[in-house]
């Protein structure tokens, strides 16, 4: 499809800053021109039009950690600390999911997230070649990296779910989905399986990657304080310092790798992340959700990490909002630190947007509006109260701006959701099909 989205404030998050009154251009699936209005309708004759006016057309949001699938689990648990939350509620009802369960949950989570302007997700959770995340996403239009997560206790279904993701999903659905290998956390894989898990991402990569679509790690580290002790304690293991020094010490961190929270970092850990160039998805309001504590992006930041978004699970979160997380994550560390300055606007729209990008290691085709990249945009209606006045279009994109301001979204140049209506997927039936699977989740744990 050729199109012009015309007359709308672009946003680039690239080195054209910001261009009011401006068009972005696209033709099969790709932008080929970003300009002044008048400049670039001289230029392309017979293209669909898109108005933008009183619009701002920004890249797609780019949400850095997410399990899809459990927002079934929406509401089911709240208000408990990590392990009794997992321990406790998540894992006992997760026994009961099916594979049609996961494809419904990740279903709803693709919807949820398009309609808040999020193009790329990126999903840790359980891979059932019968029903599953990937399947959903393609269906619905999404942008993602799934994972299938590992854990010490299943490691032979694990290596054969890994083998049949990739073999199934890296690169279909016309390149918008990648995969990649989950280790839970340090305290769910013993040592020697960390270790597998990185001889079989290299595996997987000489299989099914190219150099722009790789093969990458997800996985949590230094979620909670107490991190380094039940590492200790579930392996009989001995190591000085955190979490992240720990898993160098095995050799299996890089740059491919993202890691989750890192809440509880020590100075060492801060140093080894950026040596070894892990990027870090900071997901502010699961954290506090759930007590667990505050990153210290600052940090991490000055430091020269690669710092994105993540929204964490729809069930300790409890939604996907990208808009939501990117105000909380501003405003948290001014809080805390006592100091307006940190975390800009403009810097946490980067987190948001072509950090992401960085982070999943697709920055060469998404993150930003740029010509020869992938037309993964979102359009936000800014004629609404409260986006009026209008001073700065990315203050009130990171302060003011709500999920349910997107407009309009385009994937890989596809209108995925037009005037607030998906194109791709009937909204009210996902959302029967959802309350329908709780009941029948819940009516599976009651039987035992």
């Not at 997800?218 to 001995?238: C, G, L, W, Y």
């Amino acid at each position: 499809m050729n199109l012009i989205i015309d007359g709308g404030t672009v946003v680039t998050m690239g080195c054209e800053g910001i261009i009011r009154g401006g068009d972005v251009v696209v033709e099969n699936g790709r932008i080929v021109d970003v300009g002044k209005g008048a400049k670039i309708r001289r230029k392309y004759y017979g293209y669909e039009k898109i108005d933008a006016k009183g619009k701002v057309v920004i890249p797609g949001l780019v949400n850095t950690h997410q399990h899809a699938a459990m927002s079934l689990l929406r509401g089911y648990a709240d208000d408990f600390p990590l392990m009794e939350w997992l321990e406790n509620w998540i894992w006992p009802l997760e026994k009961h999911i099916t594979s049609q369960d996961i494809h419904v949950g990740a279903l709803l989570t693709a919807v949820e997230s398009i309609m808040g302007g999020t193009t790329t997700v990126n999903s840790m959770y359980h891979y059932e070649t019968s029903g599953n995340e990937a399947e959903a996403f393609a269906q619905v239009g999404l942008r993602g990296v799934i994972g299938h997560v590992c854990f010490s206790w299943r490691k032979e279904g694990d290596v054969k779910a890994l083998r049949e993701l990739a073999r199934g999903w890296h690169g279909k659905a016309d390149g918008l989905l990648r995969v990649s290998v989950d280790p839970h956390a340090a305290y769910t894989v013993d040592p020697e399986y960390m270790k597998e898990l990185r001889a079989i991402t290299k595996e997987l990569n000489e299989k099914y990657a190219s150099p722009d679509s790789p093969v990458m790690w997800h996985t949590h580290i230094a979620e909670t304080e107490d991190e380094p002790e039940k590492i200790r304690k579930a392996f009989n293991v001995s190591f000085e310092g955190g979490v992240a020094e720990y898993l160098d010490s095995l050799g299996v961190l890089g740059s491919d790798v993202i890691a989750a929270h890192c809440v509880s970092l020590s100075p060492g850990d801060i140093e080894i992340l950026k040596v070894r160039g892990v990027k870090v998805s900071h997901n502010p309001v699961s954290n506090l959700k759930l007590g667990s504590g505050v990153s210290p992006v600052p940090s991490l930041l000055k430091a020269g990490v690669t710092v994105a978004l993540g929204t964490d699970s729809s069930c300790s979160n409890n939604t996907s909002d990208m808009f939501e997380v990117m105000k909380v994550a501003a405003l948290l560390h001014k809080g805390l630190h006592k100091d307006p300055t940190l975390l800009s606007a403009e810097e946490v729209l980067r987190m948001a947007t072509i950090e992401g990008a960085k982070a999943l290691l697709w920055d060469q085709q998404i993150g930003s509006i740029e010509t020869g990249k992938s037309a993964d945009l979102a359009i936000v209606d800014f004629k609404k109260p409260h986006l009026c006045p209008l001073f700065n279009e990315i203050s009130h994109l990171v302060y003011s701006a709500r999920a349910a301001d997107v407009e309009t979204v385009l994937i890989n140049g596809n209108v995925v959701m037009k005037n607030r209506e998906l194109t791709t997927i009937n909204v009210h039936r996902v959302l029967e099909m959802a309350e329908k699977t709780k009941e029948r989740l819940l009516t599976r744990l009651a039987q035992g």
